[in-house]
């Protein structure tokens, strides 16, 4: 078992026995705890999560490299399972986070990254580093449109209606009700 505490005044920290062949850890100040995959922080849960959905992303980018990035296959096909893997592991959740605009900026930038790498946009000697982002970014995202791929902050936005509209078709006497408007 582990234990998260806002108290951060707390000092005994590490292995806790409860009682005899039990304890607990009870987990540094700001560590976070994860569960099935999301991570859960008592300082700023939706910076933490996010931060652990890029990292996933770009792990799950890593592990799919080769396809991703093979030219032999077409970019549609690419941007596809991309979407589909990468872009759904990250994205997952995303109706339960309240980001800041810097958190959102930061998971566009990953995205963009591995977009144009995908894209696979050559520099040419005769280009400025600014330049040859400009072109690859420009060529990855006119792909990104026709293949139909998900942008993250629209999604986020999306998700987070359609979990509103969900609860207020709840009844006032269901868990998701009151979870959701408790105060």
């Known amino acids: 078992c582990?234990?998260?505490?806002?108290?951060?005044?707390?000092?005994k920290r590490g292995a806790t026995e409860i009682e005899d062949g039990f304890s607990v850890e009870v987990l540094q100040e700001?560590?976070?705890?994860?569960?099935?995959?999301?991570?859960?922080?008592?300082?700023?849960?939706?910076k933490f999560e996010?931060?652990?959905?890029?990292?996933?992303?770009w792990r799950m980018f890593w592990a799919m490299g080769k396809l991703l990035q093979c030219p032999k296959?077409?970019?549609?096909?690419?941007?596809?399972?991309?979407?589909?893997?990468?872009?759904?592991?990250?994205?997952y959740g995303t109706e339960s986070w309240t980001p800041r605009k810097?958190?959102?900026?930061?998971?566009?930038?990953?995205?963009?990254?591995?977009?144009r790498?995908?894209?696979g946009t050559k520099r040419t000697?005769?280009?400025?580093?600014?330049?040859?982002?400009?072109?690859?970014?420009?060529?990855?995202?006119k792909h990104v449109d026709q293949a139909g791929v998900r942008h993250c902050g629209e999604y986020h936005y999306e998700r987070k209606w359609l979990r509103a509209g969900h609860v207020a078709r709840r009844p006032e006497e269901s868990w998701i009700w009151k979870v959701t408007t408790w105060r």
């Open 102 to 115: 810097e958190e959102l900026h930061s998971l566009e930038s990953a995205r963009r990254s591995m977009l």
């Open 73 to 91: 296959i077409s970019r549609r096909k690419r941007l596809q399972v991309f979407d589909t893997t990468v872009g759904s592991s990250v994205l």
């Open 30 to 46: 700001g560590q976070g705890l994860t569960i099935l995959g999301t991570t859960i922080n008592l300082d700023d849960p939706t």
């Open 125 to 141: 000697q005769s280009q400025t580093w600014v330049e040859w982002m400009h072109l690859s970014t420009s060529t990855a995202f």
């Open 50 to 57: 996010i931060q652990n959905r890029i990292a996933l992303g």
């Open 117 to 119: 790498r995908i894209a």
């Open 2 to 11: 582990k234990v998260q505490t806002n108290r951060t005044g707390h000092v």
